[in-house]
Structure formats: C-alpha cells, structure tokens
C-alpha cells in the first residue's frame, strides 16, 4: 500500500496511476481518493495521483486540530515532494477545491492548472449545514444495500440515478461490518469543522483570484446547495476564460463522468498539454 509519511509523522495513503501529465486528485470534506473511481477510467494520458487526507480512508488519524485546509494543503505538497514531482494538475472536489485554491495563493509554481468541482470562493450557509448535520455521526443503517436505497429518497437534487450508483457511491462512503456501516473518517473531524465555523468566514475572493493565468475549469450542479448561481456567476466574470459547466439533475456533488464533466474536464486537459 503506497503511503508517505507527513513532516508531523503521520502515514498518509495514495494512490498512483497511469503515465503523463500529473493530475493531483483532492476529494471531499469527509471523502478519500475513491471519490474519483468514476472518472478515473475516462481520464486518458495521465498520471493520476489520489490522497487520501489526514484521517480519512485509508490513512492515519491525526490530532483533529489538523483537520484543517492550510495543513492538508501543506500534505498535498509534500507528497508531490514525496513522488518528485515539480508541477501537477489539481483536479478538486469540494474541499479538496478549497485547498487547490490556498495552493495557488501560496506555493502557485507548483500548479499546472485546477478544476473546481462544485465548489468557488463563497460556500451557501444552507449548504454547510447540511454537511454539518451528518458529519461525524455513525448512520443506524446496517447495509450498504439500505443506505443505497435511503440515499435515493433523501438526497435532493439527483433525479434519475440509477441504485447501482448509489449502492457505488455507499461503498465508498461506508464500511459495512457485522454491527452495521461505519464511517471511513475519523468521526472527529466534526470537531474541527465546527471549530471553524465559530470562527469569523474569511473572504476567499484573494484565493480565487489566484489562480489568475492558470488553466482554470469549474463544474457546478445545476441543483447544487453549496455554491450558488451567484457565487458562480462571479467566478465566470472573474475568469471569462474559465472553462464553465452545469450539470443537470445533480446537486452537491457531481460524480464527475456526466458528459459535461467529462466534456468541461477534456476542454481543461487540452489547455495544460
């Protein structure tokens, strides 16, 4: 199993795939390197290179005060470090959008160009607190099979997924053991996230306009509850260049191998080769 181990001592998985251009895969705030399976087999001629974070899939806990953006940042760096690697492609989801957004505010030269999945420089309050409903807590359910079919009724904004996708995408977010689902994070991320949300909400509109002069794409759900029509409209005015698409039928988060992701995503690689 490929790990590295963080300048704090922690070992952190990865995963390192294919030849060509190198495109750093950063997930969601409670996901892992898996968050990418579906689109990994529609990413051609490239090495794909997924982390998991600090505390989440398959690397180690850590102290939960370094569950936070700057220190997962300063990981995805060392191990671009750890593989030799001068520049990379950062291809984030969510949270792992947030942190591609702090790289090109402070380590830019390292950047070859980012995608931002559902995610900009302005998170909705309603959003966020759906997230915090969830997070950290064990679900009752005791199969991926049940958690398939509940993820069908519950979430809002994904008309016209089939179950297989679901019963994916449960397998990825869950364990499934003899007394139920666990979580595939540490549940005290919670701690961390909460932490910051009583803090005052920085203005992340510096981090976005960072990314001034890199190959810039943005994929949003058209049902999305995290970044909205506005936040959206914003970034496209900011960056008239930014390749910029919606997906329908999705919320937060696309899954990435709709066609107009993988169409937005072929539009992005073709300006880094």
């Known amino acids: 199993m490929p790990t590295f181990t963080t300048s704090d ?20 705030l409670t996901r ?19 982390l998991d974070y600090r505390g989440r899939g398959q690397s180690d806990w850590g102290d939960p005060a370094t569950y936070q953006i700057p220190v997962e940042g300063r990981d995805a760096v060392e191990l671009l470090n750890h593989l030799g690697i001068d520049k ?58 049940e958690m398939a079919a509940a993820r069908a009724r519950v979430l809002t904004g994904f008309p016209n997924v089939p179950q297989e996708r679901w019963l994916q995408e449960a397998q990825i977010l ?16 919670r701690e961390a996230v909460v932490e910051g949300g009583a803090q005052p909400v920085p203005d992340l509109w510096p981090l976005f306009d960072a990314l001034s002069g890199l190959p810039l794409a943005c994929i949003r759900g058209a049902n999305s509850d995290l970044l909205s029509p506005a936040t959206f409209a914003e ?8 390749v910029a698409v919606e997906v329908p039928d999705r919320g937060h988060i696309p899954f990435l191998d709709e066609p107009e992701c993988l169409n937005a995503l072929r539009r992005w690689l073709d ?3």
Do not use: Q, W
Not at 133 to 141: A, I, M, Q, S, V
Not at 174 to 189: A, I, Q, S, V
Not at 235 to 242: G, L, S, T, W
């Open 235 to 242: 970034m496209k005015k900011r960056r008239p260049d930014m």
């Open 88 to 145: 990379a492609a950062v291809l984030g989801t969510s949270r792992g959008g947030l942190i591609a957004m702090l790289l090109a505010a402070t380590v830019k030269d390292r950047l070859l160009g980012v995608v931002l999945n559902d995610i900009g420089p302005e998170i909705a309050p309603e959003g966020l607190e759906v997230i915090k409903d969830y997070l950290g807590k064990p679900p009752l359910l005791k199969t991926h099979a």
């Open 174 to 189: 869950f364990n499934e053991t003899e007394d139920g689902l666990e979580l595939t994070y540490d549940p005290r991320l």
């Open 32 to 50: 892992d390197g898996r968050d990418f399976d579906f689109v990994a087999p529609h990413l051609e001629g490239v090495r794909l290179i997924r």
């Open 271 to 273: 300006m880094l080769r």
């Open 9 to 28: 001592g922690l070992s952190l998985h990865y995963t390192d795939e294919g030849a060509g251009l190198p495109v750093l895969c950063l997930a969601g």
